[in-house]
């Protein structure tokens, strides 16, 4: 229970941070990822966020992660990946299921968690568009 409760809190200190960064880079517009906090480099994968308006005044705003896929981006399908219920963010989605990335599994030492690459990512064969 006690490793639930430090990894639940490693992910949220992550998020937190996380957020800090995409919003730090994000255009009006869209926005390319190059790094991410936790992450050794550049990112070896085309990470693209952007908040996309809703409804004809576009005033409910909704924000979304694209990775292409690493195989052959002319032919392969696009997966959406719908994150659900209220305030839930599609970061698990990129880092717990599905993404390119996952969190380094190592005892918790009071610093950031680390991100390392997925090898069973569905943007091996897919397109991702998280929401």
């Not at 002319?74 to 390119?100: A, E, Q, R």
Request: glycine fraction near 8%.
């Amino acid at each position: 229970m006690a490793l639930a409760a430090t990894n639940h809190k490693m992910a949220m200190l992550f998020f937190f941070f996380f957020l800090l960064q995409v919003c730090s880079q994000l255009a009006f517009d869209r926005s390319t990822v190059k790094f991410l906090l936790g992450f050794e480099g550049p990112l070896p994968f085309e990470l693209e966020t952007r908040y996309v308006g809703v409804g004809e005044s576009e005033d409910v705003q909704l924000f979304y992660y694209f990775i292409k896929s690493e195989r052959k981006p002319d032919d392969d399908p696009l997966l959406l990946w719908l994150t659900g219920g209220p305030g839930c963010s599609s970061l698990s989605g990129l880092v717990l299921k599905i993404g390119p990335l996952k969190f380094e599994v190592v005892e918790y030492n009071g610093s950031l968690p680390n991100l390392v690459l997925n090898p069973n990512s569905w943007t091996k064969v897919d397109h991702v568009l998280l929401t």
